[in-house]
Each structure stands twice: as C-alpha cells, then as structure tokens.
C-alpha cells in the first residue's frame, strides 16, 4: 500500500515565495503532497480558511497542527522540525540574526523592487527603480562576501538559508536579463554572485526546483493581466 503523505503544501507555480518551500521540503527529504492554487481565478477556499489575513500562497499544512503561512517562518519551522538533515541557518545565534535581517531586508525592498520595475508603466519611476536594484544587487555581493566566509555559498560549503531566499529569484532575474535587458547581476558589478548563481544553476537540487525564466513569463503575464487598464486619452 502506498504510504500515506501527511504534510501537505498549498502553492502556485512559478511562485519564488512557494519555491523557496518546496526547495527547503526537498533538502530536508520531508514528502509531502502539493495542491496547486490558481491564482487567476477566485481564491479557493482551503487559501482563504488557512491565511484569512494576507491570502497568499505558500500555505503549509503539517499533520495535526494547524497551516503556516509565509516562505520565510516555513523555511525556520522546517529547518526547527528536522533539524539533523540539511540544517540551513547557522549555529551562531548573531549569525542567525544577520541572514534574518538580510532575507527581510530582501522580501522587504529589493523584491518589491524588482516587482514594481517589471509592472511599472511610468519611465522615471523604472529608472529610479533600475538604480535602486543596482545598489541592492552590490550589498547583496557585499553581503555574499560576508556570509559565504570564501566558500560556495552563503551558506558556506552547502547550500544554506540565504541561498534558497535568494537563490529562488534567479528565474526573475534572468527574465529581466532577456525580456527586459536588464542584468539585476552581472560580472562586473557582482562577478561573485554570478559564480554564486553559476553554481546553483548546476546544483543538483537547485536546479532542479528554481525554474527557468519561461515560467515566470506567465507569471508575469498573470499579473499584468491584474493590472488596471491605461486611462484612455482624452482629447479636448
Ligand atoms: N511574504 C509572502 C509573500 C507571498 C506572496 O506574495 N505570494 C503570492 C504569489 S508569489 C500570492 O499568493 N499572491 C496572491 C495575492 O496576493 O493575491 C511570503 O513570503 O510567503
């Protein structure tokens, strides 16, 4: 008989936030059963019972207990409940503390950069926003150079904590590379990150769980699709 799946994963495809779960569930070996949310049509109701406040996805379901919501506090619960295989943030509690500052320095600014810039329809506010993505991109090498102490990855000699927060945005930012020709990353500004990203490409988990950018095409054509219609011009 099949063996019966408990923990259950609620998400969408080509979402990095739901990626970043599934990235973390493969590392630690934790099986689980997905359930695909479409978010083009009406939320469903196992999203809405499960995070009434914020209505997104990831939503994780452990057995007997009740969902977790949000990437960040679903990579820490994991990382808690299965803290022997792949542990991903480090021992050192200030070390901990600085790649939490990090990710929500990320989720908080860069990404919401990232997105406003791809949906933007006002050119001085994408300039303003192409800049500010420049400096983010050279502390996040900065911060590269700080947490990878020499080694791989962020994490050090494996793939850590940061290297899925991030890691799971380099299909974004590939698509900027080829839909937008904008390098978020690039060898002479970030040539650490671009071995860094390199390298989690052609790892084998990584690789196997960041999609590519033709993925996230449709994601953001979805949400383009969200978008108000332009103002029809008026002529007087
Ligand atoms: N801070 C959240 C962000 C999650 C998020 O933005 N999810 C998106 C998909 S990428 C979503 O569910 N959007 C639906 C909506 O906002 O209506 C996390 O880290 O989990």
Redo the contacts with the bound molecule.
């Keep these: 008989m099949a063996q019966k799946c408990e923990m259950k994963l609620l998400g969408?495809v080509g979402?990095?936030?739901?990626n970043r779960v599934k990235f973390t569930l493969k590392l630690k070996s934790i099986e689980y059963d997905y359930i695909e949310e479409d978010?083009n049509a009406n939320?469903s109701e196992l999203l809405l019972e499960s995070n009434p406040v914020?209505?997104?996805?990831?939503v994780l379901f452990p057995p007997n207990e009740p969902p977790v919501?949000?990437?960040?506090v679903i990579m820490e619960y994991l990382d808690e409940l299965q803290p022997d295989i792949h542990p991903l943030l480090p021992s050192n509690p200030s070390e901990r503390a600085q790649c939490r500052v990090l990710a929500y320095t990320f989720?908080t600014l860069y990404y919401p950069w990232m997105k406003e810039f791809m949906l933007t329809r006002d050119k001085e506010r994408k300039e303003e926003l192409g800049k500010l993505i420049i400096e983010g991109s050279m502390i996040l090498e900065e911060a590269f150079v700080k947490f990878s102490k020499g080694k791989a990855y962020f994490g050090g000699d494996d793939i850590g904590y940061l290297d899925i927060v991030v890691g799971v945005f380099l299909g974004w930012m590939k698509l900027f590379e080829v839909v937008l020709g904008f390098n978020v990353i690039e060898e002479v500004r970030t040539p650490k990150l671009i071995e860094w990203g390199n390298r989690m490409w052609s790892h084998e988990v990584a690789g196997s769980i960041i999609p590519g950018h033709e993925i996230h095409m449709n994601f953001l054509n979805m949400l383009k699709g969200k978008l108000p219609p332009l103002p029809v011009p008026v002529s007087v």
């Design positions: 969408s979402s990095s936030f739901v978010l939320k914020f209505q997104r996805v990831p919501t949000e990437s960040l989720d």
